[in-house]
Structures are given as C-alpha cells and as structure tokens.
C-alpha cells in the first residue's frame, strides 16, 4: 500500500517554478524520501532523493521540514517536455521493495 | 552504460495463452525488481531479486506468474494461462546496493505492455 499523499493533478505555464507537495504522515526513521518522473509509455526515472532539509541537484530541489511530515519537489523554470507524472516515495534504507502511490500529474501549458 | 533492456516492448496474446518476459539489468547492479503497472495508476511491486535469490514476492504474484533470475544476470518473467486483468505495462528495474548510508537508484526500463485479447 502507498504511504504518500499527493494531489492527483497541477497545472503550469512555461517558465514557472513548480511546487509539488508530499504528505509523509507515517513515515519512519530509516525511510527516505524519493522522487519519481514518468512519462506515458516510459518507465519511472529517478529525480531526487533525500531525509531531511534541502537537495538539490541539476534537476531539482527537494525541500524537506524537520519533522518529515512531507516533502516538497521544487521544479525551476518549467518547460512543456515536463508534463509528466511526478511520484514520492517512502523507501527504506537497505530495504528492496518501494511503492509508488498514483502520483501527481503535471501539464506544462505554453 | 546502456540501461535497463526489456524485450519484448510489446505483446499481444489470446487469453489462457503463455508469455515470457525478459530484463537486461545493467551489469554491475545486483539487484533486480519487477513492477506491474495498469493505466492511471502508479506501478506496483511485484517481486525482487538479489543476484539469483527470489527474495520477496507480493501477494499480486499469483501462481500463474513465476520469475526468475538464473545467473544473477538476465530476468525473466512468465504468465501462464494470461487472463484479460493481466493486461498492463510490466516493468522492470535494477540498482546497485546502498552505499554509506544512502539509498541507491533504482533504474527503470521502458516496460514490455501486455494485451490480453
């Protein structure tokens, strides 16, 4: 069962930042905070990952509160090509299965 | 480096007929997972391998589905007595151990979809 909350879908335009947020209401001690990209017909490719304050890589930033209660993914300057669906995950440490809630699908408008 | 290779990327079968699903993992990650994902839903967990070992197998893996992992290189995947339900995009993944204290990636592969006419 997915453990994450997120909403179902997010509209943007061209140039914006995006900000998509995670709920981890039961998150545990030895669980990371992953994030997901999909696009149709493709498999999920990783963006992130993170436990606690803030990521960032080429890609993205991933801003997480002290309390682990959720996480945001930070998209700077959108662009179409990054409509896609977007997924946080719960993913132990060392532990071998990770679950995938529905995800967030973001549409990027021109 | 040349990724997670799945084969076929298509298939359609008659229902009640076999199929066989392969994963290339890349080469040096020992770990190996399938996933099976429906339309407008996120992918679920299916099974996961390390080097040849079966290690955890969900309970949507029902004996008509078998998998498998010979040499700790290649998967495969095989539905016996495919139904309708069956149809949907099977996904595989691969990742290297942890290191540290983080978490590795796990790469996806584009999936094979599967009708059942």
């Known amino acids: 069962l997915a453990k994450t909350t997120q909403p179902i879908s997010m509209d943007s335009y061209e140039g914006q930042e995006v900000n998509i947020t995670c709920s981890h209401n039961?998150?545990?001690?030895?669980?990371?905070i992953t994030w997901y990209q999909q696009f149709p017909s493709q498999g999920p490719r990783f963006i992130i990952q993170?436990?606690?304050t803030k990521v960032t890589n080429e890609v993205a930033s991933l801003f997480i509160p002290a309390d682990r209660k959720s996480s945001t993914l930070s998209l700077p300057r959108v662009s179409l090509s990054d409509t896609a669906v977007y997924y946080c995950?719960?993913?132990?440490?060392?532990?071998?299965?990770?679950?995938f809630g529905s995800g967030t699908k973001l549409n990027v408008k021109p | 480096d040349t990724g997670v290779s799945q084969d076929p990327r298509h298939k359609i079968t008659k229902r009640g007929q076999n199929v066989t699903f392969r994963c290339d993992p890349i080469?040096?990650?020992?770990?190996l997972y399938w996933y099976r994902q429906t339309l407008g839903q996120g992918p679920e967990f299916l099974t996961y391998?390390?080097?040849?070992?079966?290690?955890?197998k969900s309970r949507l893996l029902s004996d008509r589905f078998s998998a498998e992992r010979p040499k700790g290189s290649f998967s495969t995947l095989e539905i016996q007595h495919t139904e309708q339900g069956d149809s949907a995009m099977y996904l595989c993944?691969?990742?290297?151990?942890?290191?540290?204290?983080?978490?590795?990636?796990?790469?996806f592969g584009q999936g094979t979809r599967l009708t059942v006419v």
């Open positions: 993944a691969s990742s290297s151990p942890p290191t540290g204290t983080e978490n590795t990636e796990a790469f």
């Open positions: 039961n998150i545990a001690t030895n669980d990371y």
């Open positions: 993170g436990y606690k």
């Open positions: 995950l719960e993913r132990r440490y060392n532990f071998n299965k990770f679950y």
């Open positions: 080469s040096e990650h020992n770990r």
């Open positions: 391998f390390q080097n040849e070992a079966q290690l955890e």
